[in-house]
């Protein structure tokens, strides 16, 4: 139980060109989604956290313009990257929290999706 | 504001080689503290979490322990396949989201 996926699990794409990303959970429902950030060897960003039906809370220092989260369904959301560049490359992770569970804080994770951006 | 420790940064032992990672950490109410192992390229795995001091969990060769303070993830006799960095999280109860500490890169030869 508690699986999240994530697609694509890698894409490239040229600078300029805005990229979609899904996360879905697929054997809950997930009141609150994250969207992380890794760079090489360094530990999880949090870029924002997002409700079901509502707008997403983003970071500080995180562009919510560049950034459009969507959380649209209690089992699906989206982070799209506008207008990407070369610096934004890096390795993005989304992360579920279940419904009902008002005892559990436990997140889970998706496998990632790492994009290049040339 | 909520702070994660974890120590050492970088460990290496021998296969069969018990050991133990440190999480310490600061936070205003802690409402769980959760360990996940993350392989290179993977996002983090969820391995346990543990609400209060005193609270052990244990799964295979791994045993998560609680204190008011700190947090110790026991590794007996590792094997190889237990290599990955190990990342400690902790949800306080004025925030919304975890907060990480910068993991320990475990590394078991053979």
């Known amino acids: 139980g508690a699986v999240v996926s994530q697609h694509p699990s890698r894409v490239i794409c040229k600078s300029g060109t805005s990229v979609k990303i899904e996360c879905r959970s697929l054997?809950?429902?997930?009141?609150?989604m994250f969207w992380y950030r890794q760079f090489p060897k360094k530990s999880l960003m949090l870029m924002a956290t997002?409700?079901?039906?509502?707008?997403?809370?983003?970071e500080q220092g995180v562009e919510k313009d560049k950034f459009l989260i969507n959380h649209a369904s209690l089992t699906l959301s989206t982070l799209t990257v506008t207008s990407a560049h070369p610096e934004d490359s890096s390795f993005y992770i989304c992360?579920?929290?279940?419904?009902?569970?008002?005892?559990?804080?436990?997140?889970?994770f998706g496998p990632g999706t790492r994009l290049t951006v040339t | 504001e909520d702070q994660v420790t974890q120590s050492p940064e970088a460990l290496r032992l021998q296969e069969g080689e018990s050991s133990s990672l440190n999480c310490s950490y600061t936070?205003?109410?802690?409402?769980?503290l959760f360990w996940y192992r993350q392989d290179p390229g993977k996002g983090p795995e969820f391995l346990f979490t543990?609400?209060?001091a005193g609270e052990e969990k244990e799964k295979e060769r791994l045993k998560a322990t609680l204190t008011k303070k700190e947090s110790f993830l026991h590794i007996t006799a590792p094997k190889p396949e237990d290599s990955a960095t190990y990342l400690c999280?902790?949800?306080?109860?004025?925030?919304?989201?975890?907060?990480f500490g910068s993991g320990t890169q475990l590394t078991v030869l053979p």
């Open positions: 999280a902790v949800q306080s109860g004025s925030a919304r989201q975890l907060t």
């Open positions: 997002s409700n079901e039906g509502s707008k997403a809370t983003y």
């Open positions: 543990l609400y209060s």
């Open positions: 992360s579920a929290r279940g419904q009902g569970q008002s005892f559990s804080y436990e997140q889970y």
């Open positions: 054997d809950f429902q997930a009141t609150t």
């Open positions: 936070v205003s109410g802690l409402r769980g």
